[in-house]
């Protein structure tokens, strides 16, 4: 659901993760090789059904979709330092029209490393090949007269350094992270879309040792457009926030953050309007199990 005030889009989402009614998860455990990797694989199949496809307002097209979807993580754990790899892929296949079968891939590694007590270090990096179905996305509204799902690659590196102990009243991490965005193919339409995105941050926290930490956070983000749009006007900006919050974790499956603040985003291009003014962002996460989670969102669309 989205709202528009005064031309700043606002939104509040609510998502739900967990295996369809009609998927069958197989696990058949972990397995501990000789140098202490913990490997999982995992299979997710399942079946699904649309009555319209292409998201049209008339001419509807049903269509059956198969989905599976196996991954294989690995972990290393040495004491409180945890080193992750996963991989994974998905495939859809559906039962007319075989040139909206796909697979797409995925690749992710994780590390978290404590120095000492006081010292934290989280690294992330990940790597997808990802396909968006006709009749959404860059082929939003043109129904079945694209040719082929759209096809992109992302890109994304993150890293966290946090000093203070966690038992101490206060903590100050810093962040910074890279994200690019390139599509494939509909060259005519997805090369104004390919971006590349550098992010900074500090935050310094207030620890209450009640499960919950507040915290002020000044993050900013710049983002640079491949090419410039037909009309000649750039997309380019950097968007600064500063942002007071508290965050919780009420029990091991629930967790939640809200953040509301200033924020200032400054278009490279003159014919753009910039905004300044308020922002908030807020999330809840309740996860009952591991393979089914609730989130629900709601902020200021940057």
């Known amino acids: 659901m989205r709202m528009l005030t005064k031309g700043v889009p606002i939104y509040i989402a609510i998502s739900m993760f967990t295996t369809a009614t009609m998927a069958q998860k197989f696990e058949p455990g972990s397995y501990m090789t000789n140098n202490g990797v913990e490997l999982t694989p995992t299979l997710m199949a399942g079946v699904g059904h649309t009555n319209n496809f292409f998201s ?60 000492s007590s006081r010292q934290r270090l989280d690294f992330s990096a990940s790597a997808d090949w990802l396909y968006e179905p006709r009749g959404s996305g860059l082929t939003e509204g043109l129904g079945d007269l694209a040719s082929e799902p759209v096809e992109y690659t992302q890109q994304n590196i993150l890293l966290d350094y946090e000093y203070g102990a966690m038992s101490s009243a206060a903590q100050i991490a810093f962040k910074a992270g890279y994200y690019n965005k390139d599509y494939q193919n509909f060259e005519a339409i997805s090369q104004y879309r390919n971006y590349d995105k550098t992010l900074f941050g500090v935050t310094g926290y207030y620890n209450t040792q009640a499960g919950t930490r507040s915290f002020l956070e000044v993050k900013s983000e710049s983002y640079r457009y491949d090419v410039i749009q037909l009309s000649g006007i750039s997309r380019d900006s950097d968007d600064h926030k500063v942002l007071l919050g508290i965050e919780w974790e009420a029990t091991a499956i629930t967790s939640g953050s809200f953040k509301v603040g200033y924020q200032k ?21 309740w996860q009952p199990l591991t393979y089914s989670s609730f989130k629900i969102n709601t902020g200021v669309v940057s």
């Open 56 to 115: 049209t307002p008339e001419d509807e097209e049903s269509r059956l979709i198969w989905t599976f979807a196996p991954t294989i993580d690995a972990i290393i754990e040495d004491g409180v330092n945890k080193y992750n790899f996963n991989a994974a892929t998905l495939t859809n296949l559906h039962n007319i029209d075989s040139a909206d079968n796909f697979t797409q891939i995925n690749l992710k590694a994780n590390t978290h490393h404590e120095f």
């Open 265 to 285: 985003k400054d278009f490279k291009d003159t014919a753009r309007e910039n905004f300044s003014g308020l922002s908030w962002e807020g999330d809840i996460i």
